[in-house]
């Protein structure tokens, strides 16, 4: 799902790309900041998961910009507190795993395999948010089995939430990369 043909780039295009990208990554951090904000009434279910899984799927590495200025505006709006701490690591988790994936995959094979990756990550989203709270707050093992399992149903919901939303994953790169091509052939 790479941008195809980017190294045969002349300068003058190259050129042009990084000015792109320097533009369209900071509003794709802010789609994730708001879309995250539009969805706060409801528990757990947004759509960050997705969009760390398709900014990876088309911009490869690049894709830590926008999720990393989604998790500074997210410490901007809300206070660096405790609860900040886990998002500098959580959503690395999700980029890390998809760039684990073949970037080249069937087109059968990413239908079903992107809304489950995105959905376990949902679903261990609190497993994954226990060592900072352990740590933070002086838990030990029993105490932070019990924290994980209290937050249950709102990992359920999550995770649900996001094999929805991950079933748009496959088009939107589709879409997302047809763009970025004509920008680069501009």
Request: aromatic share 14%; charged share 10%.
């Amino acid at each position: 799902m790479k941008l195809k043909g980017k190294e045969s780039l002349t300068p003058a295009q190259k050129k042009r790309m990084r000015l792109v990208e320097l533009a369209v990554f900071p509003m794709l951090g802010v789609i994730m900041f708001c879309s995250k904000l539009l969805m706060e009434f409801l528990p757990n279910i947004h759509m960050v998961g997705m969009l760390v899984m398709l900014y990876t799927v088309v911009f490869r590495v690049k894709a830590l910009i926008p999720i990393y200025i989604f998790v500074f505006l997210s410490g901007l709006y809300a206070g660096f507190d405790v609860w900040w701490l886990p998002y500098t690591y959580i959503w690395t988790v999700l980029w890390a795993i998809t760039m684990l994936l073949p970037k080249n995959m069937p087109r059968v094979a990413a239908i079903a395999v992107y809304p489950i990756v995105c959905g376990l990550h949902g679903f261990l989203y609190g497993v994954l948010y226990a060592p900072a709270q352990a740590l933070m707050f002086g838990l030990d093992f029993k105490m932070t089995c019990a924290w994980i399992l209290s937050g249950i149903p709102f990992d359920l919901l999550h995770g649900i939430g996001n094999i929805i939303f991950g079933c748009f994953i496959y088009p939107l790169s589709l879409l997302l990369n047809r763009l970025m091509k004509k920008q680069r052939n501009a």
